[in-house]
């Protein structure tokens, strides 16, 4: 039997805020973590989630990264990207549009808004038409 929730790929090189997302989120979603961009993107290409939760700061392959190169995938480039980060919010912001991500995150950010952000990714919005 397959897992039918949605995939929520979280990448973040904290293990302990992985460890707490994860438990917040796996009650609803197929979670999937990774610690850094490089391992991140793998995934990303390999599970092709349904929403990615991408930290900017990161060692080995940082997050603006993965964004441009899930972009430029054709298989990933409408995935909702949610950002969190410890940057400031509004500077991100303005990049992070380029990118089409859905929703940028302060950290420390309660897992319980990170929760509540996917779920507005994964909510369809009306067709105005």
Known sequence: MTDARPVVLVIDDHADYLDILDFELRSQYAVV?????????????????????IDLMMPVVDGWT????????????????????????????????????VAV????????????AVKAALTPTPDPH
């Not at 949610?82 to 919010?89: L, N």
């Open 33 to 53: 973590v990774a610690q850094n961009g490089f391992d991140g993107y793998a995934l990303a290409s390999q599970k092709r989630p349904d929403v990615i939760v």
């Open 66 to 101: 993965v964004l441009r190169k899930l972009r430029l995938n054709p298989e990933l480039t409408n995935t909702p990207v949610i950002v969190i980060t410890a940057v400031d919010k509004n500077t991100v912001k303005r990049i992070a549009a380029h990118f089409q991500v």
């Open 105 to 116: 995150l302060q950290k420390p950010c309660p897992p319980a808004e990170v929760s509540a």
